[in-house]
């Protein structure tokens, strides 16, 4: 049974501006862009949880994608005002999955997800996930719980 499927969703939103440089001779977003916009989902919802990937890093951990889908359903363009909805499990193992909706106001542009592992940083080798990230986890899901 996946353990994500019981558990609550930690979720967080955050919004970027299309810059020229990220669109093409059409000013439509470049397919290749919405990984990076995942990504700034991502290190902010970590942030907004209390653990920026600068803390994993000085513990010595690194998150590598290991596996990314994305869905294209409309179009962005330059100067679009977009929200990324970053949410994950507060399932802990070694990997992390994490599920992105990207908006323009009421419009879907685009969603997928992006999944993770804990390495070692020295060795690269797969480890199991630090303890702040437990704390982290816990602690969201303590405020989900009593709110």
């Known amino acids: 049974?996946?353990?994500r499927a019981a558990l609550p969703i930690l979720q967080h939103t955050s919004t970027i501006r299309v810059r020229y440089a990220e669109t093409d001779q059409m000013r439509v977003v470049y397919n290749g862009e919405y990984l990076t916009y995942f990504e700034v989902g991502r290190t902010e919802a970590l942030r907004a949880f209390g653990l920026p990937y600068t803390e994993l890093e000085k513990e010595g951990y690194l998150l590598p994608v290991i596996e990314?889908?994305?869905q294209y359903k409309s179009p962005a363009f330059y100067d679009d005002i977009l929200e990324i909805t970053a949410s994950l499990s507060s399932?802990?193992?070694a990997t992390i999955t994490i599920s992105y909706i990207i908006r323009r106001k009421d419009i879907l542009i685009a969603e997928g997800r992006t999944v993770?592992?804990?390495v070692h940083a020295t060795t690269m080798k797969p480890a199991r996930p630090p303890k702040s990230y437990r704390q982290m986890i816990d602690s969201n899901l303590s405020n989900l719980l009593h709110h």
């Open 116 to 118: 993770h592992t804990f």
């Open 1 to 3: 049974m996946d353990c």
């Open 91 to 93: 399932c802990i193992t």
């Open 68 to 70: 990314a889908f994305i």
